[in-house]
């Protein structure tokens, strides 16, 4: 069964340091999401992406955070100068096309990050 | 705003026991909800529901939505260890569909 994958599964890094999450969505899917999902809160969306461009974010994904499409299938959540609050599960997501589809989000296993 | 609120927070059952948990919403052009169960990790998904009193069902699992009561609720018969999760329900925002909004989840847990 098709699966969307996210690497690295844990991270541990120094407030200041930038980190990049890395996902591999379902190579059919044209919709792509980061999430994330702070110890014990609900799971927030941060941004999708779309034919190559971001096409809606959230307040929390600010100028700290960016992402690419680098290649055909990786998808990027870039997070510069990480704060102690970015801690935090990222979750990956991506759904098939169509137009107003309602179709299920597909979700990686997501990445710990853990800011010292 | 748009929200999606579920109820309760947690839930202590013991095996056997039928379980009922809630999500409530109010977002701006409902098109579709949809409900996930998250273990360790990634929200694996359930169902998904767009018409109103029409009763989805897998197993031991079901749900149903109330567009007039701006509800859903998701059922389950003869609890089993394996069903403690959170479950979360998500709708998602039209009409571009990009933004799902998550409810905090209910947290069960299922005692042998």
């Known amino acids: 069964e098709p699966e969307v994958t996210q690497t690295p599964s844990h991270q541990v890094t120094q407030m200041g340091q930038e980190v990049i999450l890395r996902c591999v969505p379902i190579s059919n899917h044209l919709y792509f999401y980061w999430y994330r999902q702070i110890l014990g809160q609900k799971v927030e969306f941060l941004v999708s992406?779309?034919?190559?461009?971001?096409?809606?974010k959230s307040e929390i994904f600010d100028d700290q955070f960016s992402v690419e499409r680098p290649d055909g299938s990786n998808f990027t959540l870039k997070i510069r100068s990480t704060k102690l609050e970015d801690s935090a599960m990222y979750f990956c997501a991506s759904r098939g096309s169509g137009t107003g589809d309602t179709g299920e989000l597909f979700f990686g296993e997501g990445s710990r990050l853990t800011v010292l | 705003e748009d929200k999606v609120v579920q109820s309760p927070l947690s839930l202590v059952v013991h095996e056997g026991d039928t379980v009922t948990l809630n999500c409530s919403y109010e977002?701006?052009?409902?098109?579709?909800l949809l409900w996930y169960k998250q273990e360790k990790k990634a929200p694996t998904f359930l169902f998904m529901l767009?018409?109103?009193?029409i009763e989805k069902k897998s197993g031991r699992l079901s749900s149903i939505l109330d567009k007039k009561e701006l509800s859903s609720i998701l059922n389950i018969t003869a609890t089993q260890t394996g069903d403690s999760a959170i479950y979360l329900c998500?709708?998602?925002?039209?009409?571009?569909?990009?933004?799902?909004?998550f409810g905090t989840g209910t947290s069960l847990t299922v005692i042998p």
């Open positions: 767009t018409s109103s009193g």
């Open positions: 998500a709708v998602p925002t039209f009409p571009t569909g990009n933004q799902f909004y």
């Open positions: 977002v701006t052009n409902f098109r579709s």
């Open positions: 992406f779309y034919n190559n461009e971001i096409s809606e």
